[in-house]
């Protein structure tokens, strides 16, 4: 009996020894990586710089891998910190680093070698690798013509990977891998004739395609692929189970639609031709009315590329144009618009501008306060075009089909209503060409977002000559044409 109860004591003693080691155990024990971010108060994050991950305009930083990652850090409530490196090979071992970022969003697929060197999140974007050739050369089909053709990727690339396991097939396939360049840089090389192919994805060359008007998708390379987030290896699930649930998150609330859209959504808006007579005009025409478009723009309060987008879409910078309907000059100021704006020559740039950035902000001013940014500036847009009594019509109609009316994305789906009599007969303000304020905004966001691109601060002052524009692949030695006469 006494046995049996000392027994039984020592086993107590033991087990609460052993319960306190444990204890202390997990109160020694590291912290995980989400603990360790919410401590600190900071996400640190690693991507590339290019117009498809990330850079800094004006505004600030952007980029769709940027505002991602921003929405995340905001729902950890923490600050983002973004560091960039100069190739893939960089981020995957900067992963790694006890000190170093804590996620890779670079634009990065998964493969069996890349699962050798981090953990991927679920999916966010599927792209398809594409090879690309200038245009007026033979164009390749498929594989075997890649064959005996100059070629070049990025070092530690998921298309260097799949090059290699080509090579496997068709070993006289030669092809070379740099980390002296980002994808822009490899479509510009294409476009100039440097090397005859390249290797990159989907999204990349929708983005860029404007500024390269001579490079072509010869064909696609594989099956399309998802982009994810990489963390580093491990067993410590934490960080990667918030990254998912964040990513399914915005899937299913749309914003994730929301960003492709913005980023991608209107990148075939201008079509080859469009592509190449935009970047002559960047460099030909705008230069002459850039200083009007800041001053207005300083003057206003409003960004200048977004001034400069609009003058683009209205007049192809051209001041002299009158439409049919008697609206006119660089902004296409009607009558009304520019008495209100004291506006007394439509035809004259500088007061065009100065009258279309006044109009543009005051339309802004009108809308409701529950429209947030970015929307407020795509329903300020389709206000300056179609009117603001048009445009709350369109807002009623979102009403009624159950979509939100503070949302671009669901209001412009109504624009075009306005112009069929089953739908505008039962509006307040009637008939309207609803199709056209869409197109409208699509233009200028493509316009400005290339502005955005071309005008970041990075490239100004390396390769910008005489205007504050760096446009790839536009000679700067050709002669400009002569101003359109008043
Ligand atoms: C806009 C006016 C709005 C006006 C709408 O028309 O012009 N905007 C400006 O003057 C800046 O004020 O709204 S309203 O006052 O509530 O009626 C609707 O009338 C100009 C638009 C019209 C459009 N471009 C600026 O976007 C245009 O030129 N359409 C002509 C097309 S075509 O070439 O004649 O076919």
């Known amino acids: 009996m006494f046995a049996q109860t000392a027994l039984r004591q020592r086993c107590a003693k033991w087990l609460i020894a052993t319960g306190l080691f444990l204890l202390l155990g997990a109160c020694v024990d590291k912290p995980s990586t989400l603990e360790r971010v919410k401590e600190d108060g900071v996400l640190r994050v690693i991507t590339r710089n290019s117009p498809a991950t990330y850079f800094e ?150 983005m860029n395609q404007v500024y390269f008007p001579n490079v072509r998708v010869a064909f696609d390379l594989g099956d399309a692929r998802d982009q994810r987030w990489a963390v580093a290896l491990g067993d410590d699930n934490s960080l990667l189970n918030e990254i998912n649930d964040f990513i399914d998150k915005v899937q299913k609330n749309g914003t994730l639609q929301r960003l492709k859209d913005r980023y991608y959504g209107h990148v075939d808006v201008l079509g080859y031709v469009g592509a190449y007579t935009f970047a002559q005009h960047l460099q030909q025409r705008l230069p002459r009315y850039e200083k009007h478009f800041r001053t207005s723009a300083k003057d206003e309060q409003v960004d200048w590329r977004l001034l400069a987008a609009i003058g683009y879409q209205e007049s192809m910078w051209q001041p002299a144009v009158t439409s049919k309907t008697g609206v006119r000059g660089l902004m296409m100021l009607t009558q009304r618009t520019a008495e209100a704006m004291g506006v007394s020559n439509r035809l004259d740039p500088q007061q065009s501008i100065k009258g279309g950035a006044k109009y543009f902000m005051y339309m802004k001013s009108q809308l409701d306060d529950d429209i947030e940014e970015p929307d407020r500036t795509w329903f300020a847009l389709a206000a300056y075009n179609v009117g603001s009594g048009h445009l709350d019509d369109a807002r009623k109609l979102a009403k009624q089909e159950g979509l939100n009316p503070n949302k671009w994305l669901d209001v412009k789906k109504m624009l075009p209503r306005l112009s069929q009599k089953q739908w505008y007969r039962k509006t307040r303000y009637g008939y309207a060409r609803g199709g056209e304020p869409v197109h409208f905004v699509a233009n200028i966001r493509r316009y400005y977002d290339i502005l955005t691109w071309v005008t970041q601060p990075q490239l100004e002052g390396s390769q910008v000559a005489d205007s504050n524009l760096h446009v790839p692949g536009v000679d700067k030695t050709k002669p400009t044409e002569q101003a359109p006469q008043l």
């Open 57 to 206: 305009d004006r505004n600030g930083e952007t980029g769709f891998e940027y505002e991602l990652v921003k929405r995340f850090a905001d729902d950890l409530g923490v600050e983002l910190k973004i560091e960039t490196a100069d190739n893939l090979d960089d981020i995957f071992a900067s992963l790694g680093q006890p000190s170093g970022p804590v996620i890779a969003a670079a634009g990065l697929v998964s493969s069996e070698k890349r699962k050798l060197e981090a953990r991927f999140s679920h999916p966010y974007l599927e792209v398809t690798p594409q090879i690309i050739y200038r245009n007026g050369k033979s164009r390749p089909t498929d594989a075997k013509d890649l064959v005996g053709k100059r070629i070049m990727v990025l070092k530690g690339s998921s298309h260097a990977e799949q090059l290699a396991e080509l090579k496997k097939q068709y070993p006289a396939l030669q092809y070379e891998e740099s980390d002296a360049v980002e994808v822009v840089d490899l479509l510009r090389m294409v476009d100039e004739g440097q090397i005859d192919l390249t290797l990159v994805d989907s999204n990349e060359v929708a």
